[in-house]
């Protein structure tokens, strides 16, 4: 099972929107503390999976990274063109490739982080994602509308 990473001072969600310059919908509770994960993390479309879990399906296909800047990193807008999944972090902490191998096909990239880095989203507030490096994927969902060729269910996106 994996648990929530401590951290000496907890960041709320209005520290990340003041940091980042980016906003979340109002309904959202601005003072709670942002947790900070280790594992498998899901936000709307996305899903943060530790490498280790996909090493074998997933890699880099260059030795070029890109620092995440202040302003963070949008890594998917949601399905409607409206939502973006940023990825924030501190200068010099975070960084970033879409240059990679999946055989599955659902990677959008790769995250490697010596300090705490987030995605923040409008409607889904934020994550903290601990040091570490990580495939940031799409996530998939049972069609079950939807029957393949031989008679199995087929599988979609999922549309944030």
Same mark, same amino acid.
């Given at each position: 099972m994996t648990m929530p990473v401590p951290v000496s001072t907890a960041t709320t969600l209005a520290d990340l929107t003041r940091r980042s310059g980016l906003d979340v919908l109002d309904h959202? @509770?601005? #003072?709670? +503390?942002?947790? !900070?994960? /280790?594992?498998?993390?899901?936000?709307? /479309?996305? %899903? &943060? !999976?530790p490498y +280790?879990?996909?090493?074998? +399906? !997933?890699? *880099?296909?260059?030795?070029? =990274?890109?620092?995440?800047?202040a302003e963070g990193v949008e890594l998917l807008r949601s399905a409607a063109g409206g939502n973006p999944h940023t990825? &924030?972090? /501190? *200068?010099?902490?975070?960084? =970033?490739?879409? @240059? %990679?191998r999946d055989t599955m096909g659902l990677a959008l990239g790769m995250i490697e982080t010596s300090a705490v880095a987030y995605l923040i989203h409008p409607e889904h507030g934020g994550t903290g994602?601990?040091?570490?490096?990580?495939?940031v994927r799409r996530q998939r969902e049972r069609d079950t #509308?939807?029957?393949?060729?031989?008679g199995n269910l087929g599988d979609r996106m999922i549309a944030d």
């Open positions: 959202l @509770e601005r #003072e709670v +503390a942002i947790p !900070v994960v /280790d594992g498998l993390q899901a936000q709307g /479309d996305l %899903i &943060v !999976v +280790a879990f996909v090493a074998r +399906a !997933v890699n *880099p296909l260059t030795t070029m =990274w890109q620092e995440v800047p990825l &924030v972090a /501190d *200068p010099g902490t975070c960084r =970033w490739t879409r @240059e %990679i994602i601990a040091p570490g490096r990580y495939v #509308e939807r029957v393949g060729r031989f």
